[in-house]
């Protein structure tokens, strides 16, 4: 479970995604590009539009922190594409990494460290969340 605290820090990053997200997602897959070719290389079929559809999730996921229900419509939906895509749970902890990473870059200061390790836990809880849904669709 996350805490209190964590959800609230998460929340309080929304405006700030609402205004850096595509820049955070789109750095993030120009760093996958570069330090993980063999990820980039699942989105080979994918439409354009990409770091926008991340960035919204990743968006509508820290406004509804504290209300998951809200999301678990987009959450299969996501989880569909990754199995069609052959997304395993081994790959979620690089891509938290990216995805953190770019944060920083396009944050800098204005990420302080209780934000990053709010995240970071914050990313993992949701990692597991398409992990256990993307483990009922490969069986299914
Ligand atoms: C919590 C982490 C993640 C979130 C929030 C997320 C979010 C998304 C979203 C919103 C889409 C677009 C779905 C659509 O087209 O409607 C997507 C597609 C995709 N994701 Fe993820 N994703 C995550 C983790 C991962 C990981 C670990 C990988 C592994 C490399 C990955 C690979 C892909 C691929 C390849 C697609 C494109 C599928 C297609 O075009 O059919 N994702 N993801």
Known sequence: MLSENTKQIVKATAPILQ????EITTRMYARMAEEQPELKALF??????QAERLASAV?????????????????????????GAEVKPEHYPLVGELLLAAMKDVLGDALDEK????????????????IDKEKELYKA
Do not use: C, P
């Open 19 to 22: 205004e850096k997200g595509v």
């Open 44 to 49: 080979a079929n994918t439409r354009d539009g």
């Open 59 to 83: 968006l509508a996921y820290s406004q509804n922190i504290d209300n998951l229900d809200a999301l678990q419509a987009s959450v299969t939906a996501i989880a569909i594409k990754h199995v």
């Open 115 to 130: 934000t990053i390790t709010a995240w970071a836990e914050a990313y993992t809880f949701l990692a597991n969340v398409f």
